[in-house]
């Protein structure tokens, strides 16, 4: 039997008022977002977007309108846990899980919560960026990092597509990176709208803490 594939995103997706039309229109959209309480609901409907591209505040705001926005789309499709599987990309990874049934939405949120914090405490001691190269063999990109190192941390962190590849480093290190991608005939740089360096080894202590973090739950199969 055919199933639907659902895709969730991670960060760089949240804008402000993000959610806020299923939060409007649909019950089951409007008891997730509860769920999640005034102040994050509050910053995800009425902040800004510099405050909402905190890591902190990032995650569990994608993380709490991807699971409206599920819930929504199960309910209005009448699908049954056996009729679709999910993925999802880094952050999107948690939301998948619960969609699966692996934890709660309430632990799932504390989970994406203590992320959010443990990388925004790495991103504020080693201020960093991302950014997607379009149009580049993997090879080439990863010898345009190599080149960039010698002013920071710069790696090939996410190998989204052939030609689309995102890096992640110090600020300084990217940016010359993103120059020599221009130089070499990049099709297109783009700088991700995140506040780290996000899958580098720069994150290993934010790694480090989610692991111990994790111990304190129980999962579903």
Do not use: W
Not at 42 to 67: R, W
Request: net charge neutral; glycine share 8%; charged share 20%.
């Amino acid at each position: 039997m055919s199933k639907i594939a659902l895709m969730f995103p991670g960060q760089g997706a949240q804008t402000v008022g993000l959610g806020k039309d299923l939060y409007d229109k649909y019950l089951k959209a409007k008891e997730v977002i509860d769920l999640a309480g005034d102040e994050l609901k509050n910053i995800i409907f009425n902040g800004t977007e510099e405050i909402l591209k905190l890591t902190e505040y990032a995650q569990p705001a994608i993380f709490t309108v991807s699971m409206a926005a599920f819930e929504v789309f199960k309910e209005s499709y009448g699908l049954s846990d056996d009729e679709f599987v999910s993925a999802g990309h880094s952050l999107g990874e948690y939301s998948a899980l619960c969609a699966a049934g692996f934890f709660s939405f309430k632990n799932g949120l504390a989970m994406v919560t203590a992320r959010g914090k443990f990388i925004q405490k790495v991103s504020a001691k080693t201020p960093g960026t991302m950014a997607a190269i379009i149009g580049m063999k993997k090879s080439d990109v990863k010898d345009l990092c190599r080149r960039a190192s010698d002013v920071g941390v710069c790696e090939a962190v996410n190998f989204n597509s052939p030609g689309q590849i995102v890096i992640a480093g110090t600020v300084s290190a990217v940016n010359k990176a993103i120059e020599f991608a221009a130089a070499a005939g990049a099709a297109k740089t783009v700088i991700l709208n995140v506040s780290g360096p996000f899958h580098s080894s720069i994150m290993s202590p934010a790694s480090d803490d989610m692991s111990k973090e994790l111990e304190k739950y129980s999962f579903n199969t």
